[in-house]
């Protein structure tokens, strides 16, 4: 067999499994209601939601936005994973599991913008509404991303293929167990999708470190290519401390973005039992350190033995590809290609499922159909993943590009949620006083500040990370607002009081 016949049948029986378990997940919760198909009825348990929900973080560019990255401009773009990795060990230790007692104390919400609002005693739409609409715009964004990753080791296994068929089948893909299964398929398939890539990962590196290939000298060689008819020259930085301040404080800043991530809160919302979090935090925290020093491992490796070759041209984001088609048998190589396909499908999913969650739930249902069943509002859930899915394509047709394609539409993305939910989030979880007003004036502002400081370009003029003033701008006034309207009514404090009974875990 020719090296592309391995390859295709690495990802055939690849996608065979992830719909396998979409089409097994429809027939076992086709009579659930919209509680299992968005939250897998408060089932999972903490394997599944560690995994998961580090699946659904990363992405794709774990695999080729932050390896390009640091391959091609060095150890200062390790600040986002420092970021990231820190950003996720205080989301698992402080946020995990007072959510899950304070979104089943909430009237039992299975979404973050009716969390939000049912946390002060519900009755009121418009903050469940802005959340919605928020979520729709930035998770749309977000999929596009993962769409442009996936399309782009498509391409490279089938180099004939039209770039368009080969985004159109990887959305395909996607949409069918997503569509079918909802929450569980989507965990189940993120669940799996994370053990590849952390072996993807891991594999690499150690045959890349062992192979005597290294070149220490293609580190200190500054490299030129062109993108979009500009020249950009890789200069290697050679520690984590010679970045400018601005670098360290957005690489920092990401981690910011963890307290506001809805398809990662989730899976906070769908654990067992509260008392579960612990186990879970603990293989989330190892799997995440493990995956970002061996990605950062990687870059700085293929950067030590093909940098010449894949940096001349600017394709530093194909690195993992590159490695492992140099070091692997080719079937071999192909499953740990399909650990990107793995990684792009992870976040998309579960970003197309909350999406219309949110939507279902917090738009249609309260607004539009206030009478709907929960059959129609399943149905009506996956027309809006469909929705989402087609506009996200064309979004990511409309970018250009390269890693720093897939780096923009995240780090926008990113930043947009966590300046939005992020202070809100924390303060409803640990601030008995907080009240309706105040956090809707924190989602708004800090998204708002988010936006403003991205399009006016503020972020590339001062190289400051956009949800760096987003956070700040909600927080204040999140805090402010709080403080000058009338504190929360008996209802809000009785959620806040049951929440926070350690008794509570169910």
Same mark, same amino acid.
């Given at each position: 067999?020719?090296?592309?016949?391995?390859?295709?049948?690495?990802?055939?029986?690849?996608?065979?499994?992830? #719909?396998?378990?979409?089409?097994?997940?429809?027939?076992?919760?086709?009579?659930?209601?919209?509680?299992?198909?968005?939250?897998?009825?408060?089932?999972?348990?903490?394997?599944?939601?560690?995994? !998961?929900?580090?699946?659904?973080?990363?992405?794709?560019?774990?695999?080729?936005? #932050?390896?390009?990255?640091?391959?091609?401009?060095?150890?200062?773009?390790?600040?986002?994973?420092?970021?990231?990795?820190? /950003?996720?060990?205080?989301?698992?230790?402080?946020?995990?599991?007072?959510?899950?007692?304070?979104?089943?104390?909430?009237?039992?919400?299975?979404?973050?913008?009716?969390?939000? !609002?049912?946390?002060?005693?519900?009755?009121?739409?418009?903050?469940?509404?802005?959340?919605?609409?928020?979520?729709?715009?930035?998770?749309?964004?977000?999929?596009?991303?993962?769409?442009?990753?996936?399309?782009?080791?498509?391409?490279?296994?089938?180099?004939?293929?039209?770039?368009? #068929?080969?985004?159109?089948?990887?959305?395909?893909?996607?949409?069918?167990?997503?569509?079918?299964?909802?929450?569980?398929?989507?965990?189940?398939?993120?669940?799996?999708? /994370?053990?590849?890539?952390?072996?993807?990962?891991?594999?690499?590196? *150690?045959?890349?470190?062992?192979?005597?290939?290294?070149?220490? %000298?293609?580190?200190?060689?500054?490299?030129?290519?062109?993108?979009?008819?500009?020249?950009?020259?890789?200069?290697?930085?050679?520690?984590?401390? %010679?970045?400018?301040?601005?670098?360290?404080?957005?690489?920092?800043?990401?981690?910011?973005?963890?307290?506001?991530?809805?398809?990662?809160?989730?899976?906070?919302?769908?654990?067992?039992? &509260?008392? +579960?979090?612990?186990?879970?935090?603990?293989?989330?925290?190892?799997?995440?350190?493990?995956?970002?020093?061996?990605?950062?491992?990687?870059?700085?490796?293929?950067?030590?033995?093909?940098?010449?070759?894949?940096?001349?041209?600017? !394709?530093?984001?194909? *690195?993992?590809?590159?490695?492992?088609?140099?070091?692997?048998?080719?079937?071999?190589?192909?499953?740990?290609?399909?650990?990107?396909?793995?990684?792009?499908?992870?976040?998309?999913?579960?970003?197309? #499922?909350?999406?219309?969650?949110?939507?279902?739930?917090?738009?249609?249902? $309260?607004?539009?159909?206030? /009478? &709907?069943?929960?059959?129609?509002?399943?149905?009506?859930?996956?027309?809006?993943?469909?929705?989402? &899915?087609?506009?996200?394509?064309?979004?990511?047709?409309?970018?250009?590009?390269?890693?720093?394609?897939?780096?923009?539409?995240? +780090?926008?993305?990113?930043?947009?949620?966590?300046?939005?939910?992020?202070?809100?989030?924390?303060?409803?979880?640990?601030?008995?006083?907080?009240?309706?007003?105040?956090?809707?004036?924190?989602?708004?502002?800090?998204?708002?500040?988010?936006?403003?400081?991205?399009?006016?370009?503020?972020?590339?003029?001062?190289?400051?990370? +956009?949800?760096?003033?987003?956070?700040?701008?909600?927080?204040?006034?999140?805090?402010?607002?709080?403080?000058?309207?009338?504190?929360?009514?008996?209802?809000?404090?009785? *959620?806040?009081?049951?929440?926070?009974? $350690?008794?509570?875990?169910?």
């Amino acid at each position: 067999m020719t090296e592309q016949a391995w390859h295709i049948l690495a990802f055939a029986i690849y996608f065979l499994a992830v #719909l396998a378990i979409g089409f097994v997940f429809f027939f076992r919760t086709k009579n659930g209601g919209a509680k299992e198909y968005f939250l897998g009825g408060r089932s999972m348990g903490p394997w599944v939601t560690a995994l !998961s929900a580090q699946a659904s973080d990363m992405s794709a560019w774990l695999l080729m936005g #932050l390896p390009g990255s640091v391959l091609a401009f060095g150890f200062g773009e390790v600040w986002i994973g420092i970021g990231l990795a820190l /950003g996720t060990a205080a989301n698992w230790i402080f946020v995990a599991k007072r959510l899950r007692r304070f979104s089943r104390a909430a009237n039992d919400s299975i979404t973050l913008p009716q969390y939000l !609002s049912n946390r002060f005693g519900g009755g009121k739409t418009v903050l469940q509404t802005v959340c919605a609409i928020i979520f729709l715009v930035c998770f749309t964004v977000y999929v596009a991303s993962a769409f442009v990753a996936g399309t782009d080791v498509f391409k490279t296994v089938f180099p004939g293929l039209d770039r368009n #068929l080969a985004m159109i089948i990887f959305a395909a893909i996607i949409l069918v167990y997503t569509f079918m299964g909802g929450f569980k398929a989507v965990c189940w398939t993120d669940f799996f999708q /994370g053990f590849l890539m952390l072996a993807a990962v891991l594999a690499v590196p *150690i045959l890349a470190a062992v192979s005597g290939d290294a070149n220490p %000298e293609f580190l200190k060689e500054t490299y030129t290519y062109l993108d979009g008819g500009k020249e950009v020259a890789c200069v290697f930085v050679g520690t984590p401390f %010679e970045a400018s301040w601005q670098d360290i404080a957005s690489g920092l800043a990401w981690g910011l973005g963890y307290f506001g991530m809805p398809h990662i809160l989730v899976r906070f919302m769908s654990i067992r039992k &509260a008392k +579960e979090v612990n186990t879970a935090a603990t293989v989330a925290i190892i799997w995440v350190v493990l995956a970002l020093g061996a990605v950062v491992v990687m870059a700085i490796l293929g950067r030590m033995i093909v940098g010449p070759e894949i940096l001349a041209d600017g !394709s530093q984001k194909m *690195i993992f590809i590159e490695l492992a088609k140099k070091y692997f048998h080719p079937i071999l190589a192909g499953f740990l290609m399909s650990a990107i396909i793995a990684a792009s499908m992870s976040t998309a999913d579960s970003q197309l #499922l909350v999406a219309s969650s949110s939507f279902t739930s917090d738009i249609y249902k $309260p607004l539009i159909r206030k /009478g &709907a069943k929960d059959k129609e509002i399943m149905w009506i859930g996956r027309l809006v993943v469909v929705l989402v &899915a087609v506009v996200a394509f064309f979004i990511a047709n409309s970018k250009g590009s390269g890693a720093q394609a897939i780096m923009n539409l995240v +780090e926008n993305a990113w930043a947009g949620f966590g300046s939005a939910f992020g202070p809100v989030v924390i303060l409803s979880l640990f601030w008995k006083r907080f009240n309706y007003m105040g956090a809707l004036a924190g989602v708004i502002v800090g998204a708002v500040v988010d936006v403003v400081w991205l399009f006016a370009g503020v972020s590339a003029a001062t190289g400051i990370y +956009e949800l760096i003033p987003g956070f700040a701008a909600g927080l204040i006034a999140a805090v402010v607002v709080t403080l000058l309207t009338k504190k929360p009514d008996g209802l809000t404090e009785a *959620i806040f009081e049951t929440a926070t009974n $350690p008794e509570l875990d169910d």
